[in-house]
Nanobody, 111 residues
Framework: VQLVESGGGLVQPGGSLRLSCLAS?????????MGWYRHAPGKERESVAHITPGFLAAYDDSVKDRFTISFDSAKRTVYLQMDSLKPDDTAVYYC?????WGRGTQVTVSS
């Protein structure tokens, strides 16, 4: 399965973005973990949010209460709603479903 992220861009601090991750084929979302990582220059890649096969969502402490992960199986899409964005959220964001990864979308938070 191929994954394509979209929705990144430039946003001011305090703003919002919604990232989307479209799967090329139908996915049984209940069978696999899905989620988002990010990689900022000079930093290690870090997990942002994920949903377990049992549909439990988990978040890194740095984004808890600001980011929301969700999915729409009919649209074959995983989402990451990002609110109250901070400059530290600047990174390339990658989605994954099981062991399949997208190529990333750039998010830049700057005034």
């Amino acid at each position: 399965v191929q994954l394509v992220e979209s929705g990144g861009g430039l946003v001011q601090p305090g703003g919002s973005l919604r990232l989307s991750c479209l799967a090329s084929i139908e996915v049984n979302f209940g069978s696999y973990e899905m989620g988002w990582y990010r990689h900022a220059p000079g930093k290690e890649r870090e997990s942002v949010a994920h949903i377990t096969p049992g549909f439990l969502a988990a978040y890194d402490d740095s984004v808890k209460d600001r980011f929301t992960i969700s999915f729409d199986s009919a649209k074959r899409t995983v989402y990451l709603q990002m609110d109250s964005l901070k400059p530290d959220d600047t990174a390339v964001y990658y989605c994954y479903i099981h062991d399949n990864w997208g190529r990333g979308t750039q998010v830049t938070v700057s005034s």
